[in-house]
Every structure is written in C-alpha cells, then in structure tokens.
C-alpha cells in the first residue's frame, strides 16, 4: 500500500478517517466505561472461512490512526489463501485502541478479501484460456479504490475506474442520443461512432446485436461490449468483429456466472466483466480474538 501513489494513499487514509467517525464519533463509551485505560492485550485477526486475503496494509495504515503505538504484524500476505483458523495478524498494545478500531477494521479486511475471493474463483474458471477477468463501476459508494484493489488482489483488472477515465457508450447513452435526435437506434448509433472518431480517449462502445457489433467493428472503437448476449450469439459477433477489425478488444458482459463463465470465454473474447464481483460478493468470515 505505501507504494501507491500518494493522492491515492490520502484518498484511502480519508475513507479510513470517515469511517472512524461513523463509528467511534465522540468516543467508545463503552470501552471508556468499562476497561481500564491502562489495559493491553494481544489481538489476532483469524479467517473463519476458505479464502483470499485483501487488506492487511489497510489494516497497518488504519492503526496508524487510531493510535500508532499499538503493533501490528501481518502474518499473511494480501494474495494469500486462507483456511479456517489461519492467523492473519496479530495487534498489541492498549486494549481501548483496539477495541475502538475492532469494527472498522473487521468491516473493511472482510469486504475487501470476500470481493479478492470471488474475483479468484472467476480467475480460476478461466485459467488456461486468453481472457482477462475484470470489475466494473458497481461498487460501494466511496469504497471504489479499495474494492478495485481487491478484484486486482484476487487476480482480476480494472476496467475503467470512473466516467473521467474512459468512453463508453451504454445503452442508455444510444437511447438518449436517439430519443435527442429522433432517430433510429441504429442512425443514433451511427451518430455516437461519427462523433468518437479521433477521440483522445480509448473508447468502447456497448452493442446488443451482432449486426451492431458489426456496425461498431467498422467504425473502429478500442473496444466492443458484447452485452447480455447468448453464448451462440456471442460466437457470431466475435466472428463478424474479427473479420473486420482483428485486433479490436472484444468483451463480454451481463448476468456472468461462474457456471458459464468458462463456455463465454470459449467463444473468443477477450474481457469478461462481472459487476457481481463488487456489488454482490459475500464478506469472508475474519474475527478479531483476544489472546
């Protein structure tokens, strides 16, 4: 984590900041009431469950924060897999400090390695063969960093990170541009391709059909969505796109599952993204245990 860029490390240290706040506000009422200041204790953070861990640096720099004399040492790497009872890490230091980042600290390790867990089961369907697993913008409002970190954790890619760093174009892009304009929806897709010529960003266009792949294939975008389509129709656009333009990214998207995950790949694209990576990955089970 201490790698990364630093807008991006004061960007995480901000969401750490915010959901301290959330939780602790004024103060630990309860650890003020009931243990003694002076108290220490020695804390092990225990996966549950069969997994992927993502965010013990997240840990580290949440420490930090909350009181810097308390240690903390990472008994596992993020990457590493997890089994029932495996120790992930071990905090010591005064027990106030501890208990008042205990909930943060379990919300966040268990979000972040649950979404790396499901992102290496998708990888591990598709082992072997030439595509890219990749996360999409359906994230937690105000977690997007962390959580793209976790997809990549867990052996996946980000696709774009926001609407700032890439073009492309969705159906409702098609619909507003055709209900503007009074259009066809493909004169108003026609319309979109004119005006993305010569963009200075990459560009990727989301198509449902195969003749609208094959009329986005001749306009030239990075990128081709072949969205919510049947595995046979994918086939049929993979072929139409590659017999125009070869080296056009093609990627699959809509209602991916780990059961058909593997016959999508089969038909030649190149990226899957799978929104359920962030919006629908269940938290790893990790308590914090008093020693």
Partial sequence: MSERPESELCEIREILERALRE?????????????PPEATVVARYVARAKGVLAGGPVLEMLFGIVDSTVTLRLHREDGSELEPGTVIAEASGRAASILEAERVSLNLISRLSGIATLTRRFADAVRGTRVCILDT?????GLRILEKYAVRVGGGKNHRMGLYDQILVKDNHISAVQKALGLSRSDALREILRKLAGSRFRTEVEVWTVDEARLAAEAGPDIVM??????????RAVVAIRSIRPRTIIEASGGVTLETIREIAATGVDWVSIGALTHSAPALDISLEFA
Wanted: charged share 30%; aromatic share 0%; proline share 4%.
């Fill in 23 to 35: 939780d602790v506000g004024a103060g630990d009422v309860t650890t003020e009431t009931v243990v």
């Fill in 226 to 235: 072949l969205d919510n389509m049947s595995v046979e129709e994918m086939r």
């Fill in 137 to 141: 913008r359906k994230t937690t409002p």
